[in-house]
């Protein structure tokens, strides 16, 4: 079944402590992104990926890193969370299907509260 | 930078009915529109896109409309059923951007009463 998997799903954590949500596609596909949703703010993206060892900035990157080592994970990390990256997080994948259009194919969200 | 706007107000709706939402955008750029569905606990699903040289696209009860003069898209739900209440949110694709960049709108929710 083609799809996007993301873990853990749920998460509560304290102020600093590390933390890596990660990401994971089988439809071979080159893009990937992560965006956090908030109410009334929508989803925003966080990062992007082109493919392989191509990363790039969305909206709002601060406090984020990731990393694309291979094709088909797409790891979030928080080095040193705070309070406000307290979201609801989707990974998702996508390619430039036949009219070159980029569908996303979404993950299922994982929901971090950080205290 | 592109702002896209949808009413944060949930949409009641009897079944049978026509549900309509709108989704307005600030600035031109190439674009696609896309919409997506979210049910609660859910990453968004896919729906339907529409070009900014097509006027008008369907999808089985779903028709969308993109107006580029009035930077704003309609989505409608003919005939709506209890199982298309959900969130739907519309996205607009910059074709010119890096990896062709989706800014999302922060959706609209329908209830559709029996």
């Known amino acids: 079944e083609a799809q996007v998997t993301q873990n853990p799903r749920y998460l509560i954590t304290v102020t600093g402590k590390k933390l890596t949500v990660t990401c994971s596609q089988n439809?071979?596909?080159?893009?990937m992104s992560w965006y956090r949703q908030d109410p009334g703010l929508g989803l925003r993206q966080i990062y992007y990926?082109?493919?392989?060892?191509?990363?790039d900035k969305g909206d709002v990157p601060e406090g984020y890193k990731v990393s694309r080592k291979e094709k088909r994970n797409f790891p979030l990390i928080l080095e040193s969370p705070s309070p406000n990256q307290t979201s609801l997080y989707f990974c998702?994948?996508?390619?430039?299907?036949?009219?070159?259009?980029?569908?996303?194919?979404f993950g299922p969200g994982t929901r971090l509260t950080v205290l | 930078s592109q702002k896209i706007e949808q009413n944060s107000e949930a949409l009641n709706i009897q079944e049978g009915k026509t549900a309509t939402l709108t989704c307005n955008y600030t600035n031109y750029s190439p674009a696609y529109l896309q919409w997506y569905r979210q049910d609660p606990g859910r990453g968004p699903v896919f729906l339907l896109l529409i070009r900014e040289n097509e006027k008008e696209k369907r999808k089985e009860r779903l028709k969308v409309t993109f107006d580029t003069t009035l930077k704003q898209s309609l989505f409608h739900i003919t005939a709506s059923q209890p199982a298309d209440s959900a969130t739907y949110l519309c996205a607009l694709e910059d074709v010119k951007a890096a990896g062709n960049k989706l800014t999302f709108g922060g959706g609209t929710r329908v209830l559709v009463k029996p």
């Open positions: 990926s082109m493919n392989v060892e191509v990363t």
């Open positions: 439809m071979n596909h080159e893009y």
């Open positions: 998702a994948s996508s390619w430039l299907a036949g009219d070159n259009y980029n569908e996303q194919f």
